[in-house]
């Protein structure tokens, strides 16, 4: 164990240890182990030191403990170190830090028993997992559930889920679950809802098959296989359901804390219902097969709830009410024939006492004698060969009678009730496939295990056997598939103790044979298996103490069975008699029919069965109808063959694995029991499957994904550009054993334990790379920090040293000037102060020096004495010493050279012999004497020196005895001087005093002096401090009022804001919400329809085969027909209401065969209700509008005396148009004149004068017309200018008003006069500031504008240059009309980007008004200056013609300049005057099929969008709807726009998939609407148009009831385009924002499992965020070519943002693998390109932004610190956009992609938890991706004129008049 990891055994590695309580338990090494060490020192993680002794013979290492990183993964294969403590634990992680209940341990789904509801199997979870690969998504039962739908129709092969594990696991739930899916996803074929009956067979099983057991409180008592089948399109088409092993023993007895089965206490509950009266039936403590357990509720059940679910499914599976009745009565009888009591009359018999009333009730409930029922319980007949005898019975065998009468009855029940579920569930149509579900139990020991356990353990051994093949079976082709040598895998195989179970003579046909023994027991059995097994199995064993008892060894643990009971739970024998006795009852025949063995039964559905009907698979073998007992089979021989059916059908199939575990067992939420944990491990087979992988290679890595991975680990220079040759050599010179890995085709394969190194040494590398980075940012940091102190400090010591300096100078001018006048003052005082003290000091110092220096003379007298005295003491006793020391040296030496003489002697004695000897001796005594002498010169040169110190001292002693003579002599003159001076001392002393005495009088007056100069001084001061006290109290008293008004104003003018707001915002949201609801209706209604549609459709091909094809959901199509429309042939029709023509479509049903009445009727009844809530609606919003629209006029009312300034400019613009038009007549007539003058000498030919005059012409008119298009151009900028004079002007004459507050301040005297001056200062201080800040605003917005404006001009650049190229492909004529139409348009647009800018919504709306205004009347005068250049050219060309016939010399090829080169040249005729048109079309009623094929359902919206103006079909259309008024044709109106709206919903759904088509046609219809409104007649639409639109306005009928219908078909439309965009978008969304890396290197790949997960490295054709943009932009570009208006574009980008938002924050919530801090700075730069990209496109001002900020609310959250209290706080702050569920589930699934991220602990996401409870939110995880905002349709008038409109040739429109 881990010995080739012994080098992984270092310091501080953490292993993991076992522990009695616990299993396993984590510990770390405190010293490295050598090889050969016999123990570890280990140190566990509550700091305990330990050691852990080793196995002495086979040194095997405890197991090693994964990196954290690893720790909590998907999947338990991707585990670095597989083994048992490492599954465990991080099954505990995951299960209860992550409250995550799904784990992936290869191909098996290992699910955890929360004991609580969940809220991740909601319809936006499965909608999720729907059609995604099994490991992008978290794992989960509908992940295993997608994998088997998708293998099943990608391969075409069954497949299997096979649930199991321990009662109360969650076997039955999950199953549960994956059949939900099924049914959500795949949808039916039929009208009946095979799904619903599919999820409605669950509540009946569950009611007759569950009951409450110590472990579970809905535990299945059997095994059930269910088949799911689908059709050739997969889905779903019925189901057939198989049962296994009914634990019949329950319904007689149930242990204590459980209950018999649900169905029991569900009626006993209902007994008050008046139904179930003659059921007779009361509480469940009144009978005894329900009090037994003493457990009759079960905590939060309401049976009789449960009850009336039960009854529904009943219902809808087609048992009829008296069937179910009939059931209950059954039920009922059982109930009652357990009270009954039996007595016992002798030792061998036994009585049932007269008119038993439980007898009697089971009796009428069956319908059977009460003699022969009370016969028959005490009796029984035994037949022989020749006679038949009636004996009694005793009273215990009477009671076991009894209860195997209730228990076969129950048995027969339950049968019959399995089959005609299945009756309900089969269909006539073929199969094409089916999946299985298996829930079947667990392996089961208990402390008694009988026959039912057995049954149990043996087939889970089966199981456990196909379950090891096929894992066995797929890690074998994946070698294979990678082409790595491999060997075979060594496995358990538990063949041997299958063959134990069911081989010949084994325990089953041991049990077999000794049933069909007269007097066979279970004593006699148990016999038979020793004297058979007990020698020659190991795995068959005996107890010690018991002869009734045998041990099997399964394959997850040794099991007991008690040999009692199984010979009779075996034969499963009753009294055939009182069958017979049921079988005659003559009142009920339903029970009658359950005892039927082999006949048809009736189906309680009335239908008789089918042959087409599938051939299905019974739960029991057919039986013939003899009733002997040599042909009926066992309960063990019926299981066995059961079995091996059930494992043929799942070695047919591909299997599924779900292994349901039980945390623990007192049912606790998220309590996990790790001693519980791991024996269902060991049972269910994961370890089993961990053993397998682990013996080859486990983790397994892409190439890619270990070059992403370990790129940190490998060099410049080992980097190649084939990335698998580079691995190859990393991973060479990093892991040396090459038994450690193999290289496959497209994967590494690693050893187990290898990852892990791998890791160790990533990290390591890591970890040095950041503490690099680490050093250089916190130096850079420090420096900057220091340099930015440094500079501070500079500055201010520099400040503080200025203002020391400054004080310093101030300070010493004052001290200055202080010493100045001291000094002299001073001077004088102490000159006389000093004079005494000298005189005063010298007499003193003369006394004290005398007597100083005879104190000195003495002692130095005495030093000098007492030195003499020590000198000759001292020297006394160092001679006396020295003496002593000398005599005892003396002596030693002596001593000791006596001794060394002799030892010298001797030694001299035997060297004297030798010549040698002398020879060293005369050397040494040569040397000796050397030394000597120089020892001798070195004693005199002492002697000398000593001599001469000692001359030099005696003449020093002698200097000095003379020196202090001398002073001896000036001292005693100085004794006389000192006697002089204290005579004048004494006078000097009282001269002092007399000057004391002045100075103190001086000083007197001194004093009163500055006490009256500080007594006036403080007068000043406090006369100056009241008078500016006063001022400041003025002051305080002005600035309280102004700051009351300015508050009370600004007061007032927030709650008027605030009051506006807030009746704007309500008045919106109550808009919204009818506009919400009003769409959802439509919706509805719309939905209808398609049914409507899709059940005539069906009728119509029901005689068809249906067409093969694989088709996951439902056609989305939107309907063709609406409650306006009329039939396709355009016949003549009534006008009626919407309910006849419901009527109408329902008597086109009833006209078909087959057709459902009832559903019809719904239907109709349905539409009567939608169409009163839509009248109702649409009155609400008709009213909300036009209170809207009131306050709107309002607001123009306001606003119209601006225009004063605007309508003289018009007039002078006007003006100078009609001067131009004057000119260029006045030029015509010249040209005339000229042309006349010259006709006679023909001048006018080509290159003569007048044809130059002509050209001449003809170029200034071209001239003057892009003068025309200049000035239109440049009329916003004048416009603007003049706005901003008018403002400036307006500033400056406020400027000028306060000037007469300005008073100069030196002449003020008085309070008031300050104050006034104040008042004005302070007025121009704020005069300054309000024009300092419009100067800046106007400076701002003068930038801003110049920017848009350039980009305005480079777009504008770009699309002249395409109109350009438009332009040149049109005729002359149309072309100068087509460049006029783009360029009103064009500026149309940016009018009102500029109004989209403005943010004041009155100076926008007047803006607009006046714009729009405005452009309507330079479109009139364009018009008319456009008709008078058209009349001068068309003159032009006649000139032209007449020149070119009076031309001489010319070629007939020539042309005039006016003239195509192929147009002959015609004679001159008579200019006809230009036709006024009125903007309409005139067609024949025959051609409107012709209009509408060519202009609706023929029409390629490419061609359309690129090539004419927009809307062009809208505006077609609405010109023949005017005609059709014009003439007063209704019948015309009504059938062009019945037409119109037929062939719009009929192009949708033939091309609804078609984005361009979709837009394309939304703004047709939308502009459609909105001249329908422009053009209705109604003042609100009407002030919007100029003159000229409002006289072809409709004038003949009302169209508002139409408006409406096309606003609904509008809305249609608005969602098929979602749904359109939704379904391109929804492939790239996962890619492009959560997996794709935008920013390379970010994300780190950590190691996966033997699920596949989709990589986060950009592979080909993986969609990126450049695809998202890219698909946006085309999106935008589209709606843009083809017309939208802008405000529904912001509506459709707001939408995509918002699928985009919750798409990606959903799968985030789904992937554990997602959440982690590099992914949410991915998920932040993502949106960031987001946003750019709505700045790009001006949008951001549409709330698309908003849309994603829980998205950027979940990337800050994987971002932000998780660890304090205060973090907490910021997280609850910051995501107000998420809700609490996702909060936590985000901090669960948090996930550390390296070491040096930590996970987030418990405690903290409790914490979130506590401060988010009072938050009020839905409990929904997900966000509904289906949700779609309501549409408005803001009224957006044309300023195009409709008489300039040109129909262009390319739409086949030649039909079409222009009136």
Request: hydrophobic share 35%; charged share 30%.
């Amino acid at each position: 164990m881990n010995q080739e990891l012994y080098y992984m055994f270092v310091k501080l590695a953490r292993v993991w240890i076992p522990d009695a309580e616990e299993v396993w338990k984590s510990a770390a090494l405190t010293k490295n182990y050598e090889d050969g060490d016999g123990s570890l020192q280990l140190a566990l993680e509550d700091g305990t030191n330990l050691e852990h002794k080793l196995d002495p013979k086979t040194k095997n290492l405890p197991y090693l403990r994964n990196p954290d990183i690893l720790v909590g993964e998907n999947d338990l294969t991707a585990l670095s170190y597989l083994h048992e403590p490492a599954v465990l634990h991080n099954l505990k992680v995951r299960f209860i830090d992550s409250k995550l209940i799904y784990t992936y341990c290869g191909i098996v789904l290992v699910a955890i028993n929360p004991y609580e509801s969940l809220p991740i199997y909601g319809s936006d979870i499965i909608n999720a997992y729907s059609g995604q690969n099994m490991g992008d998504m978290d794992p989960h039962i509908f992940a295993v559930a997608e994998e088997a739908y998708k293998q099943m129709a990608r391969d075409e092969r069954n497949q299997s889920i096979i649930v199991s594990g321990e009662s109360g696991a969650g076997k039955t739930v999950s199953a549960k679950y994956a059949m939900r899916y099924f049914a959500t996803v795949s949808g039916t074929t039929s009208e009946a809802n095979v799904e619903q009956k599919v999820l409605a067979s669950n509540p009946i099983m569950e009611a007759i098959g569950n009951a409450k057991t110590t472990r579970n409180d809905n535990s299945s008592r059997f095994g059930k296989y269910i088949e799911i089948g689908f059709d050739p399109r997969y889905r779903i088409i019925g189901a057939n359901m198989r049962t296994y092993l009914l634990e019949k023993s329950r319904v007689v007895f149930q242990a204590d804390e459980e209950r018999n089965y649900h169905i029991f206490y569900q009626l006993c509950a209902s007994a008050h219902l008046p139904e179930l009266k003659d059921l007779r039936l009361g509480s469940a403590n009144d009978f005894l097969y329900t009090r037994q357990g003493r457990s009759p509720v079960i905590e939060g059940v309401d049976d009789t709830k449960e009850l009336s679910t039960t009854r529904h499914a009943f219902t809808l599976l087609g048992v009829n009410e008296s069937y179910q009745m009939g059931l209950f009565q059954v039920l009922a009888a059982i109930l009652h024939l357990g009270n009954v009591e039996v007595k016992d009359r002798d030792s061998d018999s036994s009585v049932i006492p007269p008119n038993n009333s439980h007898l009697t009730a089971f009796c009428e409930l069956v319908g059977v004698s009460y003699q022969d029922m009370s016969h028959w319980l005490c009796h029984r007949k035994l037949r022989t060969a020749t006679e038949t005898y009636i004996k009694t019975v005793p009273r215990l065998q009477a009671v076991n009678s009894r209860d195997a009468l209730a228990k076969h009855v129950y048995a027969k029940l339950f049968s019959w009730i399995v089959e005609h579920v299945n009756k309900a569930l089969v269909t006539n149509i073929k199969q094409r496939s089916f999946i299985g579900v298996l829930d079947i139990y667990g392996f089961e020991t208990f402390e008694i295990n009988s026959f039912e356990q057995f049954c149990i353990n043996y087939a889970n051994e089966k199981l456990q056997q196909q379950f090891n093949m096929h894992v066995f079976k797929l890690e074998q082709e994946e070698y294979m598939r990678e082409e790595i040598p491999w060997t075979l895998i060594d496995f358990y195989d538990n063949q041997p103790c299958i063959n134990l179970i069911e081989a010949k003579m084994g325990v089953l046909d041991l049990l077999d044979e000794e049933c069909k023994m007269p007097k066979g027991s279970d004593e006699s059995w148990a016999q038979k298996l020793y004297n058979t097994h007990l020698k020659t199995c190991s795995l068959f064993q005996k107890p010690r103490l018991s002869n009734r008892a045998f041990i099997i060894q399964h394959f997850a643990d040794k099991v007991e069975y008690q040999c009692e009971g199984f010979l009779e739970k075996n034969k499963d024998t009753v009294n055939e008699e009182q069958i017979n006795v049921l079988k005659a009852s003559k009142k009920f025949p339903l029970l009658v029919e359950l005892f039927q063995d082999g006949e048809k039964a009736v189906s309680p559905t009335g239908q008789p069965q089918g042959a087409g009907g599938r051939t299905r698979l019974s739960v029991k073998p057919d039986k013939g109808r003899t009733s002997s007992r040599e042909h009926k089979k066992t309960v063990g021989c019926q299981f066995r063959n059961s079995l091996q059916m059930l494992m043929d059908t799942l070695n047919a199939t591909t299997p599924h694995y779900v292994r349901c575990i039980k945390p623990n067992d007192f049912k606790l939420a998220f309590s996990f029991d790790p001693m519980r944990a791991v024996q269902q491990l060991r049972a269910c087979g994961v370890l089993e499957t961990i053993r397998i992988s682990a013996a080859g290679f486990p983790s397994r890595w892409t190439y890619q994904e270990f070059y992403s991975r370990y790129r940190v680990l490998m060099k410049q220079k080992d980097v190649l550009q084939d990335k698998r040759l580079t691995c190859r050599n990393v991973l060479e010179f990093l892991v040396q054993d090459q038994d450690k890995y193999q290289f496959g085709k497209t994967k590494i394969f690693f050893r187990a334990g290898q990852v892990a190194y791998l890791e160790k040494l990533r990290s390591d590398k890591l970890r040095v790379a950041c503490v690099r980075i680490q050093k250089t940012i916190r130096c850079w940091l420090a420096r900057k920090k220091f340099l930015r102190q440094r500079r501070s400090a500079i500055t201010i010591q520099r400040f503080t040293r200025g203002f020391q300096a400054r004080c310093l100078a101030k300070f010493m001018r004052r001290t200055s000037a202080a010493t100045t006048i001291q000094k002299y003052q001073r001077m004088c005082v102490a000159r006389r102060r000093y004079r005494q003290k000298q005189a005063a000091a010298l007499a003193m110092q003369t006394i004290l020096r005398a007597y100083m220096a005879r104190q000195k003379y003495r002692a130095l007298l005495r030093e000098s004495k007492a030195v003499v005295i020590q000198k000759h003491a001292r020297g006394l006793l160092a001679r006396r010493r020295f003496k002593r020391c000398l005599r005892a040296i003396v002596y030693l030496q002596c001593c000791l050279r006596r001794m060394r003489a002799r030892w010298e002697l001797k030694k001299l004695k035997i060297e004297a012999r030798s010549v040698e000897h002398f020879k060293k001796l005369n050397i040494g005594m040569e040397n000796k004497i050397m030394q000597l002498q120089r020892r001798i010169d070195e004693q005199n040169n002492n002697h000398r020196a000593t001599v001469d110190k000692l001359a030099t001292l005696e003449a020093g002693h002698a200097a000095d005895s003379e020196r202090m003579r001398v002073e001896v002599t000036r001292l005693r003159g100085v004794e006389e001087d000192a006697r002089n001076n204290a005579n004048r001392a004494n006078s000097l002393q009282g001269e002092l005093e007399r000057l004391k005495k002045e100075l103190a009088t001086t000083q007197k007056e001194k004093k009163t002096i500055e006490d009256w100069a500080t007594k006036y001084r403080d007068e000043m001061e406090k006369m100056v401090s009241e008078l500016k006290s006063q001022n400041g109290l003025l002051k305080s008293e002005k600035d309280d009022l102004n700051r009351m008004i300015q508050e009370q104003r600004q007061q007032m003018t927030e709650q008027m804001a605030r009051a506006i707001a807030e009746e704007t915002q309500q008045l919106e949201t109550d808009l919204n919400e009818e506009r919400s609801r009003y769409q959802n209706l439509l919706t509805e209604h719309l939905r209808l329809e398609e049914k409507h549609d899709d059940l005539k459709e069906e009728m119509a091909l029901s005689s068809n085969t249906s067409r093969p094809g694989h088709r996951r959901t439902d056609s989305t199509h939107s309907s063709n027909e609406s409650e306006y429309t009329y039939n396709s042939e355009y016949a003549e029709a009534d006008e009626g209401s919407r309910v006849s023509e419901v009527d109408g479509g329902r008597a086109h049903m009833d006209s078909g065969r087959g057709m459902d009445t009832n559903l019809t009727l719904k239907l109709q009844k349905r539409l009567g209700e939608l169409e009163q809530d839509k009248q109702q609606l649409r009155d609400e919003l008709e009213n909300k509008e036009e209170l809207f629209q009131r306050a709107r006029a309002r607001d123009d009312v306001e606003h119209k005396k601006a225009r004063g300034a605007e309508l003289e400019y018009e007039s002078l613009k006007r003006q100078e148009l009609e001067s131009e038009n004057k000119k260029l007549k006045h030029n015509l007539a010249e040209m005339r004149q000229s042309l006349l003058g010259n006709q006679a000498t023909g001048a006018g030919a080509p290159g003569s004068p007048a044809y130059k005059v002509l050209l001449d012409q003809l170029n200034s008119s071209s001239e003057e017309l892009d003068v025309r298009k200049e000035e239109v151009l440049i009329l916003r900028s004048q416009l603007v200018s003049q706005k901003e004079a008018t403002h400036h002007k307006d500033e400056k004459e406020t400027m000028t008003e306060p000037t007469h507050h300005v008073v100069d301040v030196s002449k003020l005297k008085d309070t008031d006069e300050i104050k006034q001056a104040y008042v004005g200062l302070k007025d121009t201080n704020r005069l300054l500031e309000s024009q300092l800040q419009a100067q800046r605003r106007s400076y701002d917005n003068e930038t801003e504008g110049l920017r848009s404006e350039l980009q305005n001009v480079k777009e504008e650049n770009n699309r002249q240059q395409q109109l350009l190229a438009q332009n040149l492909q049109l005729p002359p004529e149309a072309r100068i009309e087509a460049s006029l139409q783009h360029e009103i348009t064009r500026l149309t647009n940016e009018n009102l980007e500029i109004l989209t800018d403005n943010q004041d919504p009155t100076a926008s709306r007047e803006a607009r008004v006046t714009i729009l205004r405005r452009m309507v009347d330079l479109m009139e005068q364009l018009e008319k200056q456009d008709k008078t250049i058209r009349k001068l050219k068309k003159q032009l060309k006649v000139y032209s013609k007449r020149i070119g016939e009076m031309g001489v010399g010319q070629t007939e090829g020539q042309t005039s300049p006016g003239q195509m080169v192929d147009e002959p040249v015609r004679a001159v005729s008579i200019p006809r005057r230009e036709k006024d048109f009125q903007g309409m079309l005139e067609y024949k009623r025959q051609d409107e099929l012709k209009l509408v094929k060519n202009l609706i359902l023929e029409l390629k919206p490419r061609g359309v969008a690129v090539n004419l103006i927009p809307g062009l079909p809208a505006y077609i259309l609405f010109m023949c709807l005017r005609h059709a008024d014009y003439v007063n044709d209704d019948e015309k109106v009504r059938t062009l726009l019945a037409s119109t709206i037929n062939c719009i919903k009929k192009i949708l759904k033939k091309r609804g998939d078609d984005f361009e088509t979709v837009s394309f046609w939304l703004a047709n219809t939308c502009r459609f609407l909105h001249c329908l409104k422009q053009y209705s007649g109604d003042e609100v639409f009407m002030k919007h148009n100029s003159a000229r639109q409002n006289e072809h306005c409709l004038s003949n009928f009302d169209l508002a009831e139409y408006r409406q219908v096309i606003s609904d078909l509008a809305i249609q439309i608005y969602q098929q385009l979602i749904k359109c965009m939704e379904n391109i978008l929804q492939a790239m969304i996962v890619s492009g924002m959560l997996e794709h890396e935008t920013i390379q290197g970010v994300s780190g790949v950590k190691p996966t499992g033997l699920r596949k997960r989709t990589s986060s490295i950009a592979d080909e054709g993986m969609y990126t965020l450049e695809s998202i943009l890219r698909q946006l932009g085309a999106f935008h570009s589209t709606m843009c070519q083809h017309g939208t208006d802008p405000e529904l574009i912001k509506q459709v980008v707001k939408q995509q943002f918002y699928i985009i938002g919750a798409v990606t924050l959903n799968n985030l919530l789904l992937r554990k693998d997602m959440c982690s801090w590099s992914k949410g700075m991915q998920i932040r730069y993502n949106v960031s390109q987001l946003e750019e990209w709505l700045r790009d496109k001006n949008l951001m001002a549409c709330g698309a932004k908003e849309t994603l900020e829980p998205l950027i609310q979940a990337a800050q959250l994987l971002q932000v610190k998780k660890k304090t209290d205060e973090d907490a706080e910021a997280i609850c702050s910051m995501c107000h956009a998420l809700t609490t569920a996702q909060i936590v589930k985000v901090l669960n699934l948090y996930t550390p992609v390296n070491e040096f991220e930590e996970r987030v602990s418990v405690s903290f996401i409790r914490t979130i938890q506590t401060r988010l409870r009072g938050r009020c939110e839905s409990p929904q995880l997900l966000m509904d991706t289906k949700v779609i905002y309501p549409v408005t349709f803001p009224f957006n008038p044309s300023a195009l004129a409709l008489e300039t409109i040109q129909i262009p040739s390319s739409l086949n429109l030649g039909f079409l008049v222009r009136v």
